[in-house]
């Protein structure tokens, strides 16, 4: 539980003890995006994936929470707030759920506990503006690899080759693209002998090329 390492003991016990364990299976949805909100999740065990609506009613797979990060913090901001994105196990998975009320009473205890929060804001919204400056001035190889990059650091020992099991069609919502296109640069990346594709995963052969193409 990483994020609350900055926290004194006995506010890290008062934080655990209020919040409620949670278990979801793999496919299992956590909130839809538009729902009503009041809690969040800090993730104990497994991986999520974080999506939203676009425009033209597709989905973009913004973020894959696991171990250590949050999710559904601005719940614990509003009286009336909605859940931003959709959230979705991607393995059988575990979180500790806090709700607002909670949260509150722990903020009047523990004025740290805020500040906790606001690292937690901070961090994810380090990570939109990246997403878009990719978005709008990487080329779409370069967005595939540096998201097949970011994966192998989530599902790898360091350096390590090794399986990604996630879909194509959530490493092209990370990335921006279309299943088609993403399908062409993962076959030219495959003839490379950087990877191997899988029904449902992706088989990274040459982890040090990878990252090479990432820069």
Known sequence: MTLLDSLADEARRRVRAVM?????????????EGDPGNSCHLVTKGRFATSVSTPLGQS?????????????????LSDHGVRSAT???LEASETMELHRDRFEELCDQHPR??????????????????????????????????????LAALYLEPGAPGTIAVTQEVVATMAGTTRPT????????????????????????????????AR
């Open 20 to 32: 409620h364990r949670r278990k979801f299976a793999k496919g299992m949805i956590v909130f839809h």
């Open 60 to 76: 973009a797979t913004l973020w894959l929470p696991g171990v250590g990060e949050v999710f559904g913090e601005m719940a614990l």
């Open 87 to 89: 959230v979705t196990a």
């Open 113 to 150: 506990v805020l500040r906790v929060l606001v690292e937690v804001l901070a961090r994810n919204v380090a990570r939109t503006s990246e997403l878009a400056l990719s978005g709008l001035y990487l080329p779409v190889e370069k967005r595939v690899f540096r998201q097949l990059a970011l």
């Open 182 to 213: 993403l399908n062409r640069v993962l076959k030219q990346a495959a003839a490379d002998g950087v990877l191997a594709l899988g029904r449902g995963r992706i088989e990274l052969l040459d982890p040090a090329r990878l990252e090479r193409l």
